[in-house]
Nanobody
Framework: QVQLVESGGGLVQAGGSLSLSCAASGVMFAINSMGWYRQTPGQQRELVADITSHGGTNYGDSVKGRFTISRKSLNTVYLQMNSLKPEDTAVYFC??????WGQGTQVTVSS
């Protein structure tokens, strides 16, 4: 059973930075794609960033140039979020292969 454990998030002022991490356990092979989606009430989940096991990355248009996703071990990913804006406020969900999902972590950016 694959489990994703997220950490990070919290409250920050606009212009500040936060980081998130997500570690997958219960799997002995490299999960091809891991990353983050985010969701606000009444809205669909939107892609924040993905990274493949080979390091290929994909970012949502709204975060390009501000967020950086990285992968420093087999199945652990990190999301560095800089120049945060109030519109980045959401619950951020880690995913693995778009099949397994974390419980979500709140990111709140105050203006």
């Amino acid at each position: 059973q694959v489990q994703l454990v997220e950490s990070g998030g919290g409250l920050v002022q606009a212009g500040g930075s936060l980081s998130l991490s997500c570690a997958a356990s219960g799997v002995m092979f490299a999960i091809n794609s891991m990353g983050w989606y985010r969701q606000t009430p009444g809205q669909q989940r939107e892609l924040v960033a993905d990274i493949t096991s080979h390091g290929g990355t994909n970012y949502g248009d709204s975060v390009k140039g501000r967020f950086t996703i990285s992968r420093k071990s087999l199945n652990t990913v990190y999301l560095q979020m800089n120049s945060l804006k109030p519109e980045d406020t959401a619950v951020y969900f880690c995913h693995a292969a778009n099949r397994w999902w974390g419980q979500g972590t709140q990111v709140t950016v105050s203006s």
